[in-house]
């Protein structure tokens, strides 16, 4: 069982940035893909950003609504992913969660709130 832990989550204003966190408790390099989703209010959770493992090269995909702004990384040395968010603004409000697959499983964390004002 692989438990994942986002923080970083806060309260910003729009044109600002946050680098959120998801910590593994066992090897993140076993997983085959990390993504990010977020679940606006009110609306469904939407995906948001994925990078794969080092042996498939840690390739990275975006939704349009955040590439150019966004950047997932993953560091498996700790453990531990992230997401660096830039530009923000206030339609980027939600709910955002890890979730990682591996050999063992589908895995999610409880999620970090991101509030963007204008």
């Known amino acids: 069982q692989v438990h994942l832990t986002e923080s970083g989550g806060g309260l910003v204003q729009a044109g600002e940035s946050l680098r959120l966190s998801c910590a593994a408790s066992?090897?993140?390099?076993?997983?085959?893909?990390v993504h990010w989703h977020r679940q606006p209010p009110g609306k469904q959770r939407e995906w948001v950003a994925a990078?794969?493992?080092?042996?498939?090269?840690?390739?990275?995909t975006y939704s349009d609504s955040v590439r150019g702004r966004f950047t997932i990384s993953r560091d498996n040395a700790k453990n531990t992913a992230y997401l660096q968010m830039t530009l923000l603004n206030p339609e980027d409000t939600a709910v955002y969660f890890c979730?990682?697959?591996?050999?063992?499983?589908?895995?999610w964390g409880q999620g970090t709130q991101v509030t963007v004002s204008a």
């Open positions: 066992l090897r993140l390099a076993n997983m085959y893909v």
């Open positions: 990078i794969t493992s080092a042996t498939s090269g840690n390739l990275t």
């Open positions: 979730n990682a697959v591996g050999p063992g499983g589908d895995y």
